[in-house]
């Protein structure tokens, strides 16, 4: 694959993760909006009736306080907060019972206006560097399985487009067995890591790895294993018709290194391992 192609896969590698980071981003945030259909101006605003409820006014605000803080806050150096005090005012006793009437309704819905503008700009910008500390955060945000979810999307579209682009660089229809395991190693060199076949036949393909294209960002965060999981499993299913991934060491998880098993046929040792299995589309 020629300089000019790497180029293209790598941005194509950029825009897919960030194009799904913001489809989930903004899921999320939809979600809630989707609550307060049936509210009224006064229903946001109205006193709690007992001490465990808030206004709905203060969870759109505590909400949004708390991207701008997770992310922005982390993750933009040109932030600064839309309001000196907002963190201190949403944890006061008067907030939490309801008896506050400022930020008013119209402030909340335009802080939240602005920090989704600011974030949505983030991502836009990112780099794929930040994009990893942007999947690092999502996965503090919302837990280990919705991340896993999350990242898997990530994967399937980075697969697939990274498999277009070797299929076009090395000008067949289909990779064959030998071809896929240079591709899997070749790309995941690209991108940083330090992929090597440590052993191959007609029905696996064994990889280790001593360097994760995450870097520190990895440790102690297993869905991101799930991006590996689902690039490695898409190229070796779109062109051999079917894989099976099984990561049976990494670094996520305090291992030296990764070993990672892609299964080309459903073996009785494939279905007797962990793993996701893929199919040809």
């Known amino acids: 694959?020629?300089?000019?192609?790497?180029?293209?896969?790598?941005?194509?590698?950029?825009?897919?993760?960030?194009?799904?980071?913001?489809?989930?981003?903004?899921?999320?945030?939809?979600?809630?909006?989707?609550?307060?259909?049936?509210?009224?101006t006064e229903d946001y605003i109205a006193a709690a009736a007992v001490d465990d409820c808030r206004?709905?006014?203060?969870?759109?605000?505590?909400?949004?306080?708390?991207?701008?803080?997770?992310?922005?806050?982390?993750?933009?150096?040109?932030?600064?907060?839309?309001?000196?005090?907002?963190a201190a005012l949403l944890g006061s006793e008067a907030a939490h019972r309801g008896v506050l009437t400022r930020p008013t309704v119209g402030e909340?819905?335009?802080?939240?206006?602005?920090?989704?503008?600011?974030?949505?700009?983030?991502?836009?910008?990112?780099?794929?560097?930040?994009?990893?500390?942007?999947?690092?955060?999502?996965?503090?945000?919302?837990?280990?399985?919705?991340?896993?979810?999350y990242i898997s999307v990530v994967g399937q579209r980075i697969g697939d487009q990274i498999n277009a682009s070797y299929r076009q660089g090395l000008a067949?229809?289909?990779?064959?067995?030998?071809?896929?395991?240079?591709?899997?190693?070749?790309?995941?060199r690209r991108i940083e890591g330090d992929f090597y076949v440590i052993e191959q036949d007609d029905e696996k393909i064994v990889l280790g790895n001593r360097t994760c294209p995450f870097g520190d960002k990895v440790l102690n965060r297993p869905?991101?294993?799930?991006?590996?999981?689902?690039?490695?499993?898409?190229?070796?299913?779109?062109?051999?018709?079917?894989?099976?991934?099984?990561?049976?060491?990494?670094?996520?998880?305090g291992q030296a290194c990764c070993r990672v098993v892609v299964y080309l046929k459903p073996t009785a040792e494939a279905q007797a391992g962990w793993g996701r299995e893929y199919f040809r589309g």
């Open 223 to 253: 869905a991101l294993c799930m991006m590996t999981s689902n690039v490695l499993g898409v190229i070796a299913a779109e062109n051999l018709g079917y894989a099976k991934v099984d990561i049976q060491e990494s670094i996520a998880q």
């Open 55 to 86: 206004p709905a006014a203060w969870h759109l605000a505590h909400t949004t306080l708390f991207f701008e803080t997770a992310v922005l806050g982390r993750h933009d150096p040109e932030h600064r907060p839309h309001r000196e005090g907002m």
């Open 172 to 188: 067949v229809q289909r990779l064959n067995a030998q071809q896929v395991a240079q591709v899997l190693v070749d790309f995941k």
């Open 1 to 40: 694959m020629g300089r000019a192609a790497q180029r293209r896969a790598a941005s194509r590698e950029r825009d897919a993760a960030a194009a799904a980071l913001m489809r989930r981003y903004s899921a999320v945030r939809e979600a809630t909006f989707r609550l307060c259909t049936p509210l009224e």
């Open 108 to 149: 909340v819905f335009e802080y939240r206006r602005r920090t989704d503008q600011r974030i949505a700009a983030l991502i836009e910008s990112a780099s794929v560097g930040l994009l990893r500390e942007l999947a690092g955060t999502l996965e503090e945000v919302v837990g280990q399985e919705e991340a896993a979810g």
